[in-house]
């Protein structure tokens, strides 16, 4: 059984950089969900898609990040310019389209350090 | 005003005590609620979902009380390995924001020998 699958696990950059994340959801699963945690507080939501379609973005999700959802199966998000203040752990989630009591499952995530 | 205030805790128990945990959520129309547990470094995982007549699985006990907006964890005989933080989840049904979750800080729990 393969979960969700996120790349990299650690990624160390330098302020002003590009980065790329990359998420793989479980492969029946149409939503996909992205998530940002920094220390002590619970995920906060950035924005999702169901199927291609990008749904909903959230306040957090400034100019400078975008999500793609190509073929409606991995996704990537990406965040220019990095600053600082983007250093967290950006967690994917999918989950099947079950109306309200849709269940998400999360990847391991990816830890990113803005130097 | 956040979605779910949670108490952040730290809880600190012996093994085989009964700790309890509260959350409560702001908005009335939320209709799915979930408790996750999420260990150092690690990616959340679903405990239990929480259902209006209350829900039992092994161990943990949830209840919901729509009419004060408030959600409970009961975990009974502790063992070590409940070790963890426990987040209070609230799905939020209003429209255009359907599928997201909102998210307490989590109630840290240590459970000592």
């Known amino acids: 059984d393969t979960g969700v699958s996120q790349n990299p696990r650690h990624k160390i950059t330098k302020r002003g950089q590009n980065v790329t994340f990359r998420c793989d959801p479980i492969?029946?699963?149409?939503?996909l969900y992205w998530y940002r945690q920094t220390l002590g507080q619970g995920p906060e939501f950035l924005t999702y898609f169901q199927n291609e379609a990008q749904l909903e973005k959230s306040r957090l999700l400034s100019d400078r990040f975008s999500a793609e959802r190509p073929k409606g199966s991995f996704s990537t998000l990406e965040i220019q310019r990095t600053e600082q203040g983007d250093s967290a752990m950006y967690l994917c989630?999918?989950?099947?389209?079950?109306?309200?009591?849709?269940?998400?499952?999360f990847g391991a995530g990816t830890r990113l350090s803005v130097l | 005003r956040k979605e779910v205030e949670q108490d952040p805790g730290p809880f600190n128990v012996p093994e085989g005590a009964t700790v309890a945990f509260n959350c409560t959520y702001s908005?009335?129309?939320?209709?799915?609620f979930f408790w996750y547990r999420q260990d150092c470094r690690k990616e959340p995982k679903l405990l239990m979902s929480v259902y209006s007549s209350g829900n039992e699985d092994g161990r943990f006990t949830a209840q919901l009380n729509r009419a004060s907006q408030y959600i409970s964890l009961l975990i009974r005989d502790s063992k070590l390995s409940d070790s963890a933080t426990y987040l209070c989840?609230?799905?939020?049904?209003?429209?255009?924001?359907?599928?997201?979750?909102?998210f307490g800080r989590g109630t840290q729990l240590t459970v000592w020998p």
């Open positions: 908005n009335s129309a939320s209709q799915s």
């Open positions: 492969s029946e699963h149409n939503r």
């Open positions: 989630a999918s989950s099947l389209d079950r109306g309200a009591r849709n269940i998400q499952y």
């Open positions: 989840v609230v799905n939020s049904d209003r429209g255009s924001t359907l599928g997201r979750l909102y």
